[in-house]
């Protein structure tokens, strides 16, 4: 009987990194974006893939940890780091490889350094290999760390590798994959804007005191 008994760190759902998003936390097992993991948000320029992550970011940077963002055709915008009340000190901007084929070693150095919960950047599904990603998604697991992909393509081959699959297109959010959770679940966009916006207003309340 005792050997059947399974034990009780192996009971608890896996880690995850809160996007400070309710209706998003409250469906995934992870509450939030699984650490230790690959996670893709894809999604076209201005559909909100880029704002849920520095969402995410925003929570992490609140636990005193850091995360860290690798420039490509996509940058972080000034504008968009001010309003979302990121955290300077707790984020490292790196500029965008000049080689494609770089961007596979950066990712690399970065996990492995166990400096940051949270790497996020923007990619076209022809920017790595299967198995670059698989290696990444092997090195993640090993080092804890929360690895964020976004990109305007909805057709990547792999995307079995990813334990989270979130389709972001302004009006609705649909989680089209997510472990032990039945998928597609979709979330009108309103009720993620009205939770980013709660969460703005909450922060300026605090800057204010």
Not at 13 to 21: D, F, K, V
Not at 96 to 106: D, G, R
């Amino acid at each position: 009987m005792a050997k059947s008994l399974i034990p009780l760190d192996q009971l608890r759902p896996p880690e995850g990194l809160a996007t400070g998003i309710d209706v998003i936390d409250d469906f995934l097992l992870w509450k939030g974006i699984p650490k230790g993991d690959l996670t893709l948000l894809s999604g076209k320029p201005g559909t909100g893939a880029t704002s849920l992550w520095l969402q995410a970011a925003v929570q992490v940077q609140q636990q005193k940890k850091w995360v860290a963002w690798v420039n490509s055709d996509w940058e972080l915008l000034p504008s968009a780091l001010v309003s979302k009340k990121i955290n300077l000190q707790k984020l490292l901007v790196v500029k965008k490889p000049e080689e494609s084929s770089q961007l596979f070693w950066v990712l690399q150095e970065m996990i492995s350094s166990g400096l940051f919960e949270m790497i996020g950047c923007h990619l076209q599904e022809s920017c790595l290999k299967l198995h670059q990603l698989q290696k990444l998604k092997k090195m993640a697991r090993t080092y804890q760390v929360a690895l964020v992909i976004m990109s305007s393509s909805r057709s990547w081959p792999s995307q079995s590798l990813f334990s989270l699959v979130i389709d972001c297109q302004g009006d609705f959010f649909t989680i089209r994959r997510a472990a032990h959770r039945p998928t597609p679940f979709t979330i009108p966009g309103g009720l993620i804007y009205e939770d980013l916006m709660s969460q703005f207003k909450a922060s300026s309340r605090s800057l204010l005191r």
